[in-house]
């Protein structure tokens, strides 16, 4: 049983996080929400309310006082953000460097690159049926109030920072696919950025997505209609043989190669066997939604 002993006071009266609008009663709960939403940040935190908070409310003068100098001399927000989560010791510190390296790419950008940033690190977490609905709602933002034109038409329609965010959007969205394995989906949104700008990323992104999406003739039938990709496919192909060999000396691979052996030497030890794996997979499914 893991038991965690509190910073400071429970408080009274509550503070309401700017930007967030997510009200904490305690230490532990600021520092919870500052690392889950380390995407959404600004300096905004960075007040006197939040001082005198810390100092009333919670009695850490000590803490206050350490980041009044960070408030009123224009500290960093990474700075004054890392002071108070190293001073409560809530997390450890490959949880808080993570955290910092978050803070530092998110300094200086819009709300919406904020929100594609939170919407990226889901990806990175693999929580991707979520991230899909997150980009759905910012792509549905851009339209409303940026007028976002098509494709076709982003020359004129769209400046070349707007096309550029527009494409990793869509690239990133279908990264996502790609991580639930829906490659007809994820070529369809790794086209659409080759659309936005093109890029030798998203290309090969959307040659991977078809090639694994199509039955092995269906793909050099495509392959054949796009010659001016040829030397791309080419490397594609050289990187999944190189993919393939290194997936051979996985602990995954060799598990799996051991349990054909097992299907044939002992049944019943196989199916017991897979039972298990499979409600180990089932936690583990689970455990990232």
Request: aromatic share 10%; net charge negative.
């Given at each position: ?10 408080a009274k ?108 690190y889901l ?84 040659l991977a ?81």
């Amino acid at each position: 049983m893991r038991v965690s002993v509190c910073v400071g006071n429970y408080a009274k009266m509550p503070y309401c996080i700017p930007g967030l609008g997510i009200n904490v009663y305690s230490m532990e709960e600021l520092c919870y929400c500052l690392k889950e939403n380390a995407f959404l940040l600004d300096i905004s935190l960075m007040n006197d309310g939040l001082l005198g908070w810390v100092e009333r409310e919670c009695g850490l003068r000590e803490l206050a006082g350490a980041l009044h100098p960070l408030v009123h001399r224009q500290g960093s927000l990474s700075a004054f953000v890392l002071a108070i989560e190293r001073y409560v010791g809530f997390f450890d510190e490959n949880t808080l460097r993570e955290m910092e390296q978050v803070l530092r790419q998110g300094a200086g950008l819009t709300g919406l690159e904020k929100r594609k940033s939170q919407i990226d690190y889901l990806v990175k977490k693999k929580r991707y049926r979520q991230a899909l609905q997150e980009y759905d709602d910012l792509l549905q933002i851009l339209e409303k109030e940026q007028g976002s034109a098509g494709p076709d038409r982003a020359e004129n329609g769209n400046p070349p920072a707007q096309r550029e965010f527009l494409a990793k959007i869509w690239h990133n969205k279908g990264v996502a696919y790609a991580g639930l394995m829906l490659y007809e989906r994820a070529g369809k949104c790794f086209e659409r950025a080759c659309e936005w700008k093109e890029s030798d990323e998203y290309r090969m992104d959307f040659l991977a997505a078809k090639r694994m999406a199509l039955s092995e003739e269906d793909y050099v039938a495509f392959a054949a209609e796009h010659g001016e990709w040829h030397l791309d496919a080419l490397e594609l192909e050289k990187k999944l043989e190189r993919a393939v060999g290194e997936w051979e000396q996985q602990p995954d691979y060799l598990r799996l190669y051991n349990r054909r052996e097992l299907r044939h030497r002992d049944r019943q030890k196989f199916w017991e066997d897979s039972e298990r794996l499979i409600q180990a997979l089932k936690d583990s499914y689970r455990a990232g939604m």
